[in-house]
């Protein structure tokens, strides 16, 4: 079992700046963000694999997003710059046990429990 405590949602205006912050109860494989808008489908805005301390960006979040960890205090981090309204949505940190695959929802079992983000015009 993994335990995800999210922070550090909010509201900005267009072109403003958040991070939210992820601790994990202990290492994890791979640490992915997420995003659901109202009336949509969860998904992907970026995963981290820890066997390789790679990244994926969504292409819709590339250039404005950065995924990061301090892992000595197994926090991760999503760093979201030059935010758009399209970017509002409750965001989730979640964590998988799988260490390859793609940053899908169906491999990440562990879920954080979510915060808003809003960005307006």
Same mark, same amino acid.
């Given at each position: 079992q993994v335990r995800l405590v999210e922070s550090g949602g909010g509201s900005v205006e267009v072109g403003g700046s958040l991070t939210l912050s992820c601790v994990a109860s202990r290492t994890i494989s791979r640490m992915g963000w997420f995003r659901q808008a109202p009336g949509k489908e969860r998904e992907p805005v970026g995963c981290f694999y820890r066997i390789d301390d790679s990244i994926w960006y969504d292409d819709s979040v590339k250039g404005r997003f950065t995924i990061s960890q301090d892992k000595?205090?197994?926090?991760?981090?999503?760093?979201?710059? #030059? %935010?758009?309204? #399209?970017?509002?949505? $409750?965001?989730? *940190?979640?964590? &998988?046990?799988? $260490?390859? &695959?793609? *940053?899908? $929802?169906? %491999?990440?079992?562990?879920?954080?429990? &979510?915060?808003?983000?809003? $960005?307006?015009?």
């Open positions: 000595a205090k197994r926090t991760h981090y999503l760093q979201m710059s #030059n %935010l758009k309204p #399209n970017d509002t949505a $409750v965001y989730y *940190c979640a964590a &998988g046990d799988s $260490v390859y &695959g793609m *940053c899908t $929802v169906a %491999l990440h079992g562990y879920w954080g429990q &979510g915060t808003n983000v809003t $960005v307006s015009t």
